[in-house]
């Protein structure tokens, strides 16, 4: 006969301990009547730590980056109504990019969650938040009964971190957290990611590989979240095929690796649209290959090439459109295994390996050469002298979106195992400070942060965050005046109607220098090019909190790009990849490459 052990425990208790056990050393929150008893949990664990901020959405954006770091499980813990949907823009965050990450919010008491629909409210800040985010969760419940905690929590966490990951959301009511219930010793344990066997179409792929003769291999963020850096590095070294990253994982080989070609999509690298043009076989590894990766063309991406995708997500595989694809439901860590055990090693690449980096190095620094003579720093130029400044192994978090952004992702040098951390699919303004301090817990090391002045105003709060627990975070201010990205628009389309870009609408912005006092945050402001080259170095050393500003220029252009025309029924269409703003000569690629290939490649419209 079992003797099973009952132990009396704490709900709050019991969530705040088996999500301890299971990953979250750190927890994010936010304090509020409505969670209480769970912070007061979290308080009294001994082994456990937290990061209270001053905003929900930092938060949750905190708890996603810090997720992304290996072994590591995100928790933000808010409390109930506002506390509840401010938190809701880390989960969409999260649910795009397929990271885990767990939300438990507090509620009103059982007896005050309204029953009648027609009722808006009826406990106070009560706020209906399952309903509101379950389209963005992978498994979102208000518990109402304590018979079943310990199979909700665990199947919560078992949702967040399985086959294609992502957020959860556990909704639970005061009085139930502060109830007790009996648990058996099984009921804190670890809990083990549920996987799936996957069936590889061999003859298939080996066949698409023995008629190339220009392959590429595409790497996606899948490749990140799989834990499958290592064995990326091998599949290249052992079939010497050339590749391209996404932006969510450029630091996964660095730039300089002869193999590298940087990332297509709608801004990028001269070279890596054109290779991504010219090859027979593009071998997309955990990539959403989205509109933007695409420049808005799926017909045209990769015209010349067959290609082979791979993705977790079978609904993901089915929205795909890119003719001539064969499409395989798989963890990207093991389809690049099962490409490392039955691909030979061969050097037949190594003509086609060749071109393509000579391609890379033409035009390696082509926006260097076009704005070298301004006075002024421009952003190519801040961006290569960050790349100088960064060492191998540094902590890197970014922003999310804006010109700053764009071009520093385009352009950023990578080094070997640095990490850079980035959500792109929301592209959430205000991402770049709670980031930084996620990624800072998880990796229990200095990071660096690359943020733009508009975003860092959306959480500007969280300098306090960094300055409360001395956070080793060096945040590097690209300060282009307001909007850059949006200023652009309204002069290219709106005949220079600003509005809310900055100074031209009369937006004020603050003294980065007052706010950085405010905040007991060590400060310098670089506004020329030779201090770029000699004071960054010395100042992104330490461990003192510190921001640093870059005064850029305002109106900068985001070049190279992809743009668009109109066709004869008077409708916007995307030029194909290949055709990038500024145009170049025909000429100067025939000097590189076959000259009937660039021709045949430049005349496909």
Known sequence: MVNFIFMKIKVADYIVEL?????????????????????????????????????????SIAAESYSRSKSKLGVALVTSGPGSTN??????????????????????????????PKIRQNGPQEVDITSLIKKITKYSITIKKTKNIVKIIKKGITQAISLRKGPVWIDIPLDIQGSIINIKK????????RKKKYFFPKKKILDLLKKS??????????????????????LIKKTGIPFMTTWNCIDLVEFKHNKNLGSPGVVARRNSNISIQLSDLIICIGTSLNKVITAFNEKNFGFNAKKIIVDIDKDQLNKVKIPNS???????????????????????YNRWSKDCLNLKLKFEDEMLVRKKNKKIINHYECVEAISNALKEGDIVSTGSSGLAIEIFYTFFKSKRNQRVFLTSGLGSMGYGIPSAIGNCVANKKKTIL?????????????????????????????????YASIRNTHSNYFSKRFVGTGKEDNIFYPSFKLISKANKLKFFCITSKKQLKTKLPSLIKGKNPTLIEILLNKNEELLPKVGSYIDKNNKIKSRPLQLMTPLIPIKTLDKILEKKEIRNLYNKL
């Open 326 to 348: 064969l499409k395989i439901q798989a963890d990207a860590k093991n389809f690049i295994n099962y490409l490392i055990s039955n691909v030979k090693k061969t050097n037949r």
């Open 450 to 482: 690359i943020e733009s002045d508009g975003s860092l105003m959306f959480n500007i709060q969280e300098l306090s965050t960094i300055k409360s627990y001395n956070l080793p975070i060096k945040i590097i201010v690209l300060n282009n005046f307001g």
């Open 186 to 193: 099984k009921d804190l344990k670890k809990i083990q990611e």
């Open 19 to 59: 999500l301890r056990i299971n990953g979250a050393s750190n927890i994010f929150l936010v304090p509020g009547g409505g969670n209480m008893h769970l912070t007061d949990a979290v308080k009294r664990n001994k082994k456990i730590k937290y990061l209270s901020f001053f905003h929900e959405q930092s938060a």
């Open 87 to 116: 938190a809701i823009t880390g989960v969409a965050g999260a649910w795009i990019e397929s990271v885990p990450l767990v939300v438990i919010s507090g509620q009103v008491k059982t007896q005050d969650i309204k029953n009648n």
């Open 213 to 234: 003769k220009k392959p590429i291999i595409l790497a996606g963020h899948g490749v990140r979240l799989s834990e499958a850096s290592r064995e990326f590095r091998s």
